[in-house]
């Protein structure tokens, strides 16, 4: 069984108008202004500097509040996270786990069966994992935990908006291996510029951190309307989890500035992180 699939609506509405799609060619010819704007379909919940790309949070309520309680596990490390690729949703042999990645991949299974073994028997958990064999890897070193220490067989739910970002043409290539007019853009990118959108590829749609939050709330809702009063554990990656997390207004994201700080590198791989019920 899988969770329905909502239609991602590309492009946001900000104040009246709304932000192009942000490429080389935009930015060569639109001058980004120095000012905060409120994202209309975050709620306004949080605002973007149009020039610098950079999110701040706009007041103490979340974007969304969920009424389950959510573990998130970031897949187990992969060889792209050694060689620093652009990993995104490209699912080959880089992208799969390391030996270390399993390792890593069964200590978090340890710490989520300690935490949730009364709640496994009473038949309160929920296993969703995104579609790319990193997250499903990790997410089975869980569930044959459980089956071996329970005899419970817990069927995780494949979901594609637990997807990683879309990298387009950038995907699976380091910074090196960029052309110039990508490497530019994936520099702004890694400056935390939510709007820096890349070229798309022949298989990946190319996204931005704005388009990652507005499918990531797209989740949020469905699993709200599905598994009220339910645990559900999250097996997914580190640039979806920086925006589910500043969905759910962690102030732990916020840097010096104040400003909202999403690397992926803020979630931890295979530490498990519990949030909600928050409504």
Not at 129 to 146: C, D, H, M, P, Q
Not at 176 to 187: G, R
Not at 203 to 208: K, L, P, S
Request: proline letters at 3%.
């Amino acid at each position: 069984m899988k969770i329905t699939r909502l239609k991602i609506i590309i492009g946001i509405c900000l104040l009246a108008g709304s932000i192009p799609s942000y490429s080389d060619t935009v930015f060569a010819r639109r001058v980004r202004e120095d000012k905060w704007i409120p994202i209309e379909a975050l709620d306004k919940r949080i605002i973007l500097n149009e020039k610098t790309g950079r999110l701040k949070f706009n007041g103490d309520i979340p974007a969304v509040g969920i009424n389950f309680a959510l573990w998130i596990v970031r897949h187990g490390e992969t060889e792209g996270n050694i060689k620093k690729v652009f990993q995104g949703q490209s699912d080959e042999g880089i992208n799969q786990l390391t030996e270390n990645g399993r390792k890593e991949a069964s200590e978090a299974a340890e710490v989520l069966f300690t935490q949730l073994k009364d709640k496994i028997i009473a038949g309160g958990v929920v296993v969703i994992t995104s579609k790319l064999g990193r997250a499903e890897e990790t997410a089975a070193a869980f569930i044959n935990l459980v089956e071996h220490e329970t005899g419970i067989k817990i069927v995780s739910l494949e979901e594609e908006l637990a997807n990683e970002i879309s990298h387009g043409v950038w995907e699976n290539q380091t910074l090196e291996q960029l052309t110039p007019a990508q490497h530019s853009l994936a520099l702004r990118y890694r400056g935390l510029d939510a709007i820096v959108r890349p070229e798309k590829s022949v298989r990946f749609i190319g996204e931005n951190f704005i388009d990652l939050l507005i499918r990531t709330k797209e989740l949020l809702v469905e699993l709200n309307e599905l598994y009220k009063n339910k645990t559900v554990v999250l097996f997914g990656h580190g640039t979806q989890f920086g925006a589910l997390r500043a969905l759910l207004s962690d102030r732990k994201l916020l840097d010096g500035n104040g400003w909202i700080d999403w690397r992926p590198t803020i979630t931890p791989k295979a530490q498990p992180m519990l949030f909600g019920p928050t409504k």
